[in-house]
C-alpha cells in the first residue's frame, strides 16, 4: 500500500511526458496536412505534364528521294486526336480524360 501511495502522489515527469503528447500530437497533424498538400500538388502537376504531353503534334512526313540508281516514295503520317483530345481548344483547358479537384467554397454543402 506504501508504494501504490508513492506513484499516487509522485508528479515528477507527469508534466514533461504530458508536453511530449501534445507536441507530437501537433507534429503529427502537420506532417499530414503537409502530405496531403504534396500529394494535390503532385496530381496537378502530373495532370500538366499529361496536358503537355497530349499537345505534342507527333506527325511527319519526308518526300521521295531519287537517286541514280534507285528511289523511294515519301511517306505521311497525321497526328488524330485521341478520345481526350475532343474538348481541347489550344487555350490551356484540360481535357475531359483528367479529372481536377476544384475545392469547395464556403457554404456549400
Not at 506532417?31 to 503532385?42: C, N, P, Y
Request: net charge negative; glycine share 12%.
Amino acid at each position: 500500500m506504501n508504494m501504490l501511495s508513492k506513484f499516487w502522489n509522485d508528479e515528477a515527469g507527469f508534466v514533461v511526458s504530458s508536453e511530449l503528447v501534445l507536441i507530437g500530437t501537433i507534429l503529427v497533424l502537420g506532417v499530414v496536412v503537409g502530405l496531403a498538400t504534396v500529394r494535390d500538388q503532385v496530381v496537378q502537376e502530373l495532370g500538366d505534364l499529361a496536358l503537355a504531353i497530349s499537345n505534342i503534334n507527333q506527325s511527319y512526313s519526308f518526300s521521295g528521294v531519287t537517286g541514280h540508281t534507285s528511289s523511294t516514295a515519301g511517306s505521311v503520317f497525321a497526328d488524330l486526336t485521341d478520345f481526350c483530345d475532343t474538348n481541347v481548344d489550344g487555350a490551356g483547358t484540360e481535357p475531359e480524360c483528367i479529372f481536377v479537384q476544384q475545392a469547395a467554397t464556403v457554404g456549400e454543402g
